[in-house]
């Protein structure tokens, strides 16, 4: 049986290289030469360092070819309130419109809009509450950011072929 299955694998394996199959991240040195511009505030500043680390995470200093722009946009909203109208939990909606523009012909050449939403409980203790808030923040940016790297590699993947 495993002679089977390991057949099948080389199999597939030889098949996707013969269709052209590339990796998405085949095009890093495109990656690498985009500018995150900065972001007001102290989300955009997390936004801003997690675009930085996946797009170029070893700070090669290639030349840089795009610049990417991103407009943040936080807003928390509470989803549970108790019959006494405290809240236990809130929901915060992230919204992220960017543009990547070339930088020789100042082009937009590609835009696009992300929105994530994350949620955190309300304790009795402030402090918990605070770090609930605060973590919820990390995750819903570092989601962002991860869903905008992945549209730009996809879309740069395209555009390198063109």
Same mark, same amino acid.
């Given at each position: ?61 290639? /030349?840089?070819?795009? /610049? ?21 939990? $809130?929901?915060?909606?992230?919204? /992220? ?12 050449? $590609? ?15 402030? $402090? ?35």
């Amino acid at each position: 049986m495993s002679w089977l299955r390991n057949s099948l694998c080389v199999f597939l394996i030889t098949s996707l290289t013969a269709c052209g199959f590339t990796p998405l991240y085949a095009n890093k040195r495109m990656l690498s030469s985009i500018e995150v511009q900065n972001i007001p505030g102290r989300s955009g500043q997390l936004l801003h360092a997690s675009l930085e680390d996946l797009f170029d995470p070893s700070s090669s200093g290639d /030349t840089i070819i795009f /610049t990417l722009a991103p407009q943040l946009s936080t807003q928390s909203v509470p989803i549970s309130i108790e019959s006494d109208g405290t809240i236990q939990r $809130y929901r915060i909606l992230f919204k /992220t419109s960017f543009t990547l523009t070339d930088v020789t012909t100042g082009e937009v050449i $590609y835009s696009d809009t992300v929105t994530r939403t994350n949620s955190y409980n309300i304790s009795d203790a402030d $402090y918990s509450t605070f770090v609930s808030e605060q973590d919820s923040i990390k995750r819903g940016l570092d989601e962002l950011a991860q869903e905008i790297f992945l549209r730009i590699s996809a879309f740069l993947s395209r555009y390198e072929k063109s």
